[in-house]
């Protein structure tokens, strides 16, 4: 223990204080290199056919902001409802999150955000051009033709849409089943595009003689029809064989349709899959032949492993060489096939016959579902030529009118998403074309490309803030993953097998705010400021400036440390060499 002496001296201590603030010392002299505020692209937007701004969805998700939230959706996308149904999300594989435990539930979120908006009747605001007096002919009333017509809308154009049957939807409507998409789904987000302006007559079929008629009327026309004509197995017997979608048609507008008993399908797609398991609904123990291998099916992988659980058997490598009616019943002669060691340009197997192995299958039905094409051959686009434009998702000629075409005609990949996606491409391009010329359309293009393309950005075009985002797609080493914590991926609740097999009740439930907001948490919000503020809270200099919503760098005194750029957790924020 120690004691103060009896006599210790007391000293004053003198400090010296300067009566002038030091910011006369403008230390952002000593600076190399600056911090800059640059929001990238995500990479689940780069993959996303509709080039969603996906990472500022989610963000303005997560701060309960749901107009905001579908006004960016709709900007790029007028289906928000019917793709977070159907899509395959092909965001979700490029996910980052999914190096870190698991990808966000892009395609769920996407759903609850068109549902808020449809059951809240939530009033839109969508930025449009004036009407500049022009007039385009839309074929088909289906996702391409739709949306060619709802973008084309908000360029200033005034849009007929000719379509055959009693209602618009084209597959939306009456090809894809209502346990996956309800028919109140499709009619809302229809009648917010009618809303926009654009003008459906239904009941009027098109041929070409039709179009030369009113090409007159017309400043353009694009041909979305579809593929309406089922492809032909050309083998003994194929007359006694259901059309798949003549089937699914037969099913939406509730006609009677084979059921009961045993069933055959035929085929690897989409359609074959929906087939197979509105089946398995109607009580028939069905069986889906498919020439390749069960990972080689072009159908939606999960929509494949959905009908294996619904309990459609898959018989893998086999290839229909006749069907045969016996005492009431039919019966399918099928080809053993065997991979051949190569692939088709798809990334699929070959496969040649196995030698002489054959089947027979008995069942009471045979549905095909083996492709379609175009129901007419001046649906075609047309040939290789000098005059007509061969774009990403639809083809373009500087005819008079102008022609274009898109979707299913066009589309490597036939999707609802790329449907939209062909629509928007066509919009632009036709605008392009009226305003700077045919010469203009690629390089105009390229500069909406989201992040390295195909999927174009009609915010972009239409001069909004994204036009200022870098291409850079931000990949998992970009994250700072030191701000994140693992979190279990929120699923949808689903029916239970047992309960779906009956009725054609959708089976997965649209998220409860409480499932979207904790799964909008788990964004990383890749490449976009969401006012986190790691960047005021570590500058040592005191130099980042919130100013309402946007944040800005106080030059003077940024000594261009770096150590905002290093904490911000999504590379929002780059450094440039000072000048």
């Known amino acids: 223990m120690t004691t103060e002496p009896k006599h210790a001296e007391k000293i004053s201590l003198f400090i010296s204080r300067s009566n002038i603030s030091t910011e006369i010392n403008k230390t952002g002299t000593w600076r190399f290199v600056r911090p800059k505020y640059h929001e990238k692209t995500a990479p689940c937007s780069a993959a996303c056919p509709a080039g969603e701004d996906i990472a500022r969805i989610e963000m303005l998700s997560n701060q309960g902001r749901y107009q905001d939230a579908a006004e960016t959706i709709l900007l790029e996308n007028p289906f928000p409802s019917v793709c977070g149904r159907v899509c395959f999300h092909p965001c979700e594989t490029v996910c980052n999150r999914a190096g870190f435990d698991d990808p966000v539930a892009i395609h769920a979120l996407e759903r609850f955000i068109g549902d808020i908006a449809i059951r809240d009747e939530l009033t839109l605001k969508l930025k449009k051009f004036p009407e500049n007096g022009k007039t385009v002919c839309i074929v088909g009333a289906g996702p391409s033709g739709l949306a060619a017509g709802y973008f084309l809308s908000q360029l200033g154009y005034s849009c007929d849409i000719y379509e055959a049957r009693s209602e618009p939807g084209g597959i939306l409507r009456w090809g894809i089943p209502r346990y996956r998409l309800p028919d109140a789904v499709v009619a809302s ?68 349709v084979p059921s009961n008993g045993t069933a055959a399908v035929i085929g690897g797609g989409n359609t074959a899959i929906d087939v197979a398991r509105s089946l398995v609904r109607l009580g028939a123990t069905t069986t889906l032949v498919y020439r390749r291998r069960k990972q080689d099916m072009p159908a939606f992988k999960d929509e494949v492993e959905m009908a294996d659980k619904e309990g459609v058997r898959i018989m893998e490598l086999y290839s229909p060489l006749g069907i045969n009616e016996d005492d009431g019943e039919y019966v399918l002669s099928l080809q053993r096939m065997k991979i051949s060691g190569m692939e088709t340009d798809r990334g699929r ?108 950005s009609m915010e972009c075009y239409m001069g909004g ?60 919000n890749c490449g976009i400021c969401n006012a986190c503020d790691n960047c005021w809270i570590f500058c040592p200099e005191i130099a980042v400036i919130i100013q309402g919503a946007k944040r800005k760098i106080n030059l003077d005194y940024c000594k261009g440390c770096g150590i905002c750029v290093f904490e911000c957790p999504r590379s929002a924020m780059d450094l440039e060499e000072e000048l």
């Open 189 to 256: 987000e229809i009648e917010r595009i009618k809303m926009s302006g654009v003008k459906i007559i239904c009941n009027t079929p098109v041929t070409q003689n039709f179009l030369q008629d009113v090409k007159d009327r017309y400043h353009a026309m694009f041909i979305g029809c579809g593929h309406g004509r089922s492809l032909k197995m050309n083998i003994p017997g194929e007359t006694m064989a259901f059309d798949g979608l003549e089937f699914l048609s037969r099913l939406r507008k509730g006609k009677a």
């Open 349 to 456: 197997a070959r496969v040649i016959p196995d030698g002489q192995i054959t089947q027979h299958l008995r069942v009471q039905r045979i549905i095909v579902a083996i492709g379609a094409e175009p129901s007419a051959p001046w649906q075609f686009p047309s040939q290789k030529n000098a005059e007509t434009l061969y774009l990403s998702h639809c083809t373009f000629t500087a005819s008079e009118p102008p022609l274009l075409f898109g979707g299913d005609l066009t589309n490597t990949t036939k999707s609802v998403t790329d449907a939209v996606a062909s629509g928007k491409q066509a919009a632009m391009a036709l605008d392009i074309f009226f305003k700077q010329g045919r010469h203009a359309i690629i390089d105009r293009l390229s500069s909406c490309l989201v992040g390295n393309g195909p999927a174009l």
């Open 465 to 524: 803030k994204r036009l200022d985002r870098n291409p850079h797609i931000v990949s998992h080493d970009d994250i700072n993953l030191d701000y994140f914590s693992q979190t279990p991926r929120v699923e949808s609740e689903s029916l239970a097998i047992n309960k779906r097999m009956n009725p054609f009740d959708e089976i997965e439930a649209t998220f409860t705010i409480n499932q979207a907001m904790e799964e909008t948490r788990r964004c990383f």
